[in-house]
Nanobody, 123 residues
Framework: QVQLVESGGGSVQSGGSLRLSCDVS???????LTWFRQAPGKGREGVAS??????TIRYADFVKGRFTISLAKNTVILQMNSLKPEDTAVYYC???????????????????WGQGTQVTVSS
């Protein structure tokens, strides 16, 4: 059983930075570690993913150049810079196998989820 525990959310002003961490209990049966977010009234959208074996990284267009995903031992980190009010959401860490050889950004492809951490960006 894979367990994911997130930390690091909070409130910042526009232009500020936050660092989210996700502790992963085991990498058995998983290859992809992905951060998703869900704003009020919206669906869950993929933000950034990393393949734990090949190191392949993908970013959603709306965070490119501002967010950085990395993997340090058993912790997946999302460094978020130049935050905007539209980044306000609950952020989730997810883990799962590759889909057709790559890390999917579809929530339905992920089997394991963290509890979520709130990120609030004020203007």
């Amino acid at each position: 059983q894979v367990q994911l525990v997130e930390s690091g959310g909070g409130s910042v002003q526009s232009g500020g930075s936050l660092r989210l961490s996700c502790d992963v209990s085991t990498f058995a049966y998983i290859n992809c570690l992905t951060w998703f977010r869900q704003a009020p009234g919206k669906g869950r959208e993929g933000v950034a993913s990393i393949d734990d074996t090949y190191g392949t990284i993908r970013y959603a267009d709306f965070v490119k150049g501002r967010f950085t995903i990395s993997l340090a031992k058993n912790t997946v980190i999302l460094q978020m810079n130049s935050l905007k009010p539209e980044d306000t959401a609950v952020y989730y860490c997810a883990a799962g196998p590759r889909s057709y050889g790559t890390c999917s950004v579809a929530a339905s492809d992920y089997h394991y989820w963290g509890q979520g951490t709130q990120v609030t960006v004020s203007s």
